[in-house]
């Protein structure tokens, strides 16, 4: 079966560069979070679409921005980039209203240095 | 806001015993669904267990099953006959089923259990 594919699985980049990752989430899933896990912590939600619409916004910084397009498939863009967003960073699909929580994908490891 | 709460950071448990992990959170709806996700060493998260608040009858897969107490607000997982692939960070997680759409996870600070041979 299809899975919530993240793209890239690692990325490093050097402080105040701009990082964009990429997720695509199960095809006819119609909505797509992100989360952020810092080491030792729980995921953070940062924010959500719904049919290509923001939906729900989560501690997101304002130098982060996402977007979902017309195939469904989510971008988040992170500009100025510091030291403490190095993190791994999930994407999840859900279709509906399951009682049966999200998929996640297998995330993408940010290093900031 | 609803919270999520793990009060043990760290368990550990022998090989083919019992564990179970505590889960308490705090909401004032009456209707949402609770979760159990897995996270191994890969860092991949992998859902345990759900319950849904409406269902009186605790969820059980496999090995994997819960106490859900609503009026106590209490979600504990119990690993039966825990193996060495149970070792992982644990999360309890909350999700609201209030709005129409879907709606984000809200998750505890996780319990990490070690399973010893």
Redesign the interface.
């Given at each position: 079966a299809a899975g919530v594919i993240q793209s890239p699985r690692h990325l490093i980049k050097e402080k105040r560069e701009t990082a964009t990752l990429k997720c695509y989430p199960i095809p006819r899933h119609d909505t797509v979070y992100w989360y952020q896990q810092g080491p030792g912590q729980d995921p953070q939600f940062l924010i959500s679409f719904y049919e290509k619409m923001q939906s729900d916004k989560g501690s997101i910084p304002d130098r982060f921005s996402a977007q979902q397009f017309s195939d469904y498939h989510s971008e988040l863009n992170m500009s100025s980039l510091e030291l403490g967003d190095s993190a791994l960073y999930f994407c999840a699909s859900s279709y509906g209203q399951p009682p049966y929580g999200y998929t996640f994908g297998s995330g993408t490891r940010l290093t900031v240095v | 806001a609803q919270t999520v709460t793990q009060s043990q950071p760290e368990m550990s448990v022998q090989e083919a015993e019992t564990v179970t992990l505590s889960c308490t959170y705090d909401t004032s709806e009456s209707d949402y669904?609770l979760?159990w996700?897995k996270q191994p060493p890969?860092?991949?998260?992998?859902?345990v267990i759900?319950q849904?608040a409406y269902k009186q009858q605790n969820a059980t897969e496999n090995r994997f099953s819960v106490n859900f107490q609503k009026a106590a607000k209490s979600f504990s997982l119990k690993i039966s006959d825990s193996q060495l692939g149970d070792a992982a960070m644990y999360?309890c997680?909350y999700?609201t089923?209030q709005r129409?759409?879907?709606?984000?996870?809200?998750?505890?600070?996780?319990t990490r259990l070690s399973v010893i041979a």
């Open positions: - | 669904y979760f996700y890969s860092r991949q998260m992998i859902l759900r849904e999360f997680a999700r089923s129409s759409g879907n709606t984000p996870l809200v998750f505890g600070k996780g």
